[in-house]
C-alpha cells in the first residue's frame, strides 16, 4: 500500500523535461500501477485547474478600490532601503523531532516606493496589474525546509512514514497595497505574488544541514538520509490576499488602551511542490498594531508580511488564527513528480492553528509564534506543532 511508486511528468514538462542526475529511473508500470498512476494525475490536474481559476480572481481588482488612496508621484530611488528578514522555524520549539522538522527563510523587501526603481515599478503595474494603491515593493528570499519522518535513528525505508526531503529554494516576490471592500467594510488590501524556484532532494543540502545542527548539538543523529527523494527542479507559484481594517476596533479593559482587529486572508500555490488553495483569518489585540499585516512565516502556512511600517514608539499586538488548506499536490507526501519514489497518502484538507507575539520599537520587529498543524497523512500518529521566530531590520 505505502510501496514506490513512479510519477509522470503531468504539470511541467515544458519547464522541467529532465531529472537532475542522481534521480531514480521510473520503473516499468503494470496496469494496476498505470491505473492508479492515472488516477492521481487526474485528481491532481483538476486541482491544477481549480487553482488556476482562483488565482485568476485574486488578481482581479477588489470592488469599490479608489485609486486617490495613495499618491502615485514619483519617488526617488534609494538602492537597497527596504526590510531584511530572518526567519526561523523548528519543532524543537515544541518538545517534537518529525515530520516538517526544520526551516531558514533569509527575505529582503524594499520600502514601499523608493526601494524600487520607476522602470521596475511600470514593469509591475504591466505584469501584475495589481488593485488601486499607490504602494508597491520587490522582495528576494532564499530558505531552505527540511523533512524527516519521526523515527531518524532508523537507516531502514520507513514506508509508513513520510520520506526525508529537503526544499532549497530562491524566490522573488511583488507586494501591492490599495484600499477595497469586504463585507461592505473598507479595508487596506495587500497583494502579493512570489514566484519560487529551487530543488527538492540531495541537492537542497537538507541532509548536511541536518547532521551538522544535530551534531553540534549532541542529538541524535540523522540515519535514514538515503532514503529521502530523488532530486528534481522544482517551481512554486504563490498568490495571496489580505484585507486588513482601516482603523481597529478600540477598547480600554481595565483602563488600557487597546487596538483589535481581524485580518482575513485566501490564496494559494501551483507547482510541482505544493498545489493548494487556502482560505483563514488573524485575530491581532495591542497598541499601535497598524504596522504590518500580520507575522510572516515560511509557506505553506499562515501568511503575513515580511515588511513594516514604522509607526513610532512601541507597537505590539498579540495574535491568534487559523488556516485550512485544499492540497492537490505535496511534493513531500506525494514524492517525486518525474521519478519512483516512497511516499504516503495526503490529507486532501489540513489545517493550521498559531498563537503568538509580534513587538516593534523603532527600526527592528520581532515575533514569535508556536504553530499547530493538523495531521497532513494517513497513518500519522499525531498532530505536529513548531516553533517560529523572525527578527526584521529596516535599512
Given amino acids: 500500500m505505502f510501496a514506490t511508486r513512479a510519477r509522470a511528468s503531468f504539470a511541467f514538462p515544458v519547464f522541467f523535461p529532465v531529472v537532475f542526475r542522481g534521480s531514480r529511473p521510473a520503473r516499468p508500470l503494470d496496469k494496476a500501477q498505470r491505473d492508479a498512476q492515472n488516477k492521481a494525475q487526474t485528481g491532481t490536474l483538476g486541482a491544477i485547474c481549480i487553482a488556476s481559476s482562483f ?4 488578481l482581479a481588482p477588489p470592488a469599490n478600490a479608489r485609486a486617490d488612496t495613495f499618491p502615485s508621484t514619483i519617488v526617488p530611488f534609494t538602492p537597497f532601503s527596504g526590510s531584511l528578514t530572518v526567519e526561523i522555524e523548528n519543532d524543537k520549539a515544541a518538545g517534537t523531532d518529525r515530520h516538517y522538522t526544520h526551516g531558514t527563510r533569509i527575505s529582503w523587501v524594499s520600502d514601499d516606493q523608493k526601494g524600487i526603481p520607476q522602470s521596475v515599478r511600470d514593469l509591475i503595474d504591466r505584469l501584475y496589474p495589481l488593485h488601486a494603491r499607490k504602494r508597491q515593493q520587490i522582495g528576494f528570499a532564499i530558505g531552505q525546509n527540511i523533512y524527516t519522518p519521526e523515527n531518524i535513528a532508523s537507516t531502514q525505508l520507513q514506508t509508513k512514514d513520510r520520506p526525508y526531503a529537503g526544499w532549497l529554494y530562491g524566490g522573488i516576490s511583488l507586494h501591492g497595497e490599495g484600499v477595497g471592500a469586504l463585507a461592505g467594510m473598507s479595508y487596506n488590501v495587500l497583494d502579493t505574488m512570489e514566484i519560487d524556484l529551487g530543488v527538492v ?4 543540502l537538507a541532509k548536511q ?4 545542527v544535530h551534531k553540534f548539538l549532541h542529538v541524535t543523529r ?16 504563490i498568490l495571496q490576499r489580505k484585507w486588513r481594517p482601516h482603523t481597529p476596533f478600540r477598547t480600554r479593559p481595565l483602563g488600557i488602551p487597546l487596538q483589535a482587529d481581524f485580518i482575513p486572508h485566501m490564496g494559494g500555490s501551483l507547482g510541482n511542490v505544493l498545489t493548494h488553495l487556502s482560505a483563514g483569518g488573524t485575530f491581532r489585540l495591542g497598541q499601535n498594531i497598524n504596522f504590518d499585516f500580520g507575522p510572516a512565516h515560511i509557506q505553506p502556512a499562515l501568511p ?13 499586538y498579540l495574535f491568534a488564527g487559523g488556516e485550512s488548506r485544499l492540497v492537490g499536490r505535496n511534493i513531500f507526501l506525494d514524492g517525486n513528480t518525474f521519478a519512483a519514489s516512497h511516499h504516503v497518502d495526503k490529507n486532501a484538507v489540513v489545517w493550521d492553528f498559531q498563537l503568538g ?5 523603532g527600526r527592528y520587529r520581532l515575533t514569535y509564534t508556536q504553530i499547530f498543524r493538523s495531521r497532513e497523512f494517513r497513518g500519522q500518529r499525531q498532530p505536529d506543532r513548531y516553533g517560529a521566530l523572525s527578527l526584521t531590520a529596516k535599512f
Fill in 55 to 58: 488565482f485568476l480572481a485574486l
Fill in 201 to 204: 532532494g540531495p541537492l537542497s
Fill in 304 to 316: 503575513g508580511r515580511e515588511s513594516f511600517r514604522e509607526e513610532g514608539g512601541l507597537g505590539w
Fill in 222 to 237: 540523522p540515519r535514514g538520509w538515503g532514503n529521502q527523494l530523488s532530486n528534481e527542479p522544482a517551481l512554486d507559484i
Fill in 357 to 361: 507575539m509580534a513587538a516593534t520599537l
Fill in 209 to 212: 544541514t541536518q547532521t551538522q
